[in-house]
């Protein structure tokens, strides 16, 4: 779930709460999302500090004294700071006891996510795959790299060889302010839907930065989706036209869309769930 506008305000929240602090103690209390790619010990994590924290694509990266630590949260991990006593949430998998009283605790619902204890980076799965990050992409870069696509548009968009960070909320909400069909084929691109592709792909994610950043505070174990204009709104009236949005799951995915804003065909298999 978490996608680049998400990780970009957590990022900046933790960096501010963690750079410089020291780890007391790590407990893993369930080591399946727990992947060592190191000959050590997860506990060699212990006396470390954190030096930086950043995010790559939908990576968030800890650089230790000496290690990094790597989340991908997947579609349902999510960090948790609090105070040590705070009781602790069912599905809390790793504890990171920190110097000043405080917990890091990675959260996860329905296990899908990973945390990797690693010395090299580009031995995490599908970290050395991503493109360039989707906020740092240019135009005329942008333009040159569909040209190596050619399915539909929106697998493009969430392909993280192609920009790294956006996903399948993000990509519904880029479609929808460029006024394109999430299933139109990269060449039959205009001119003009690419150009607004770009235009929308920064303004919804640079918009959408500052949205979470105003909402979500310290709460950074929760969801701020409410203020997406079609993705997980089908059946609601779209906000530019009125017609119901719809719901097509296709290609293993849940897409919305508006029918009126985003007209198109879509060929192949599809189960319409709505609209
Ligand atoms: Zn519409």
């Known amino acids: 779930m978490p996608e680049l506008p998400e990780l970009e305000v957590v990022k900046d929240f933790l960096v501010e709460h963690l750079v410089g602090q020291r780890i007391e103690k790590v407990e893993v209390l369930r080591p399946i999302v727990v992947r060592n790619l190191t000959d050590l010990d997860f506990t060699s994590l212990e006396g470390q500090a954190f ?14 004294d000496a290690l990094y630590l790597v989340i991908n949260p997947m579609l349902s991990g999510r960090l948790y700071l609090c105070p040590s006593t705070e009781r602790r949430l069912a599905k809390t998998f790793v504890i990171w006891h920190l110097e000043d009283g405080f917990n890091l605790r990675y959260v996860d619902e329905k296990q899908m996510g ?41 697998g493009v968009l969430v392909d993280q060889a192609f920009a790294a960070g956006i996903g ?20 039959g691109l205009t001119e003009g839907e690419i150009r607004r592709l770009y235009e929308a792909m920064r303004a919804v994610l640079e918009e959408s930065i500052s949205t979470i950043r105003e ?13 997406l204009a079609v993705h997980g709104k089908g059946g609601s009236p779209c906000p530019r036209c009125g017609t119901p949005i719809s719901d097509v799951r296709a290609r293993g995915r849940l897409t919305n869309f508006c029918r009126s804003c985003q007209p198109g065909i879509m060929i192949g298999h599809s189960r319409n769930l709505r609209g």
């Open 51 to 64: 030096t930086k924290v950043e995010h790559r694509g939908k990576f968030l990266i800890f650089s230790l």
């Open 114 to 154: 990973k945390v990797y204890l690693t010395a090299d980076l580009s031995l995490v799965p599908g970290f050395a795959l991503q493109g360039p990050e989707a906020l740092e992409v240019t135009f005329e870069a942008f333009k040159e790299r569909l040209k190596r696509h050619r399915g539909e548009i929106k």
């Open 168 to 187: 399948n909320a993000y990509a519904d909400e880029i479609l929808f302010r460029a006024g394109v069909y999430p299933f139109k084929r990269r060449p």
């Open 215 to 227: 909402q979500m505070g310290d709460q950074i174990h929760l969801k701020f989706r409410d203020f």
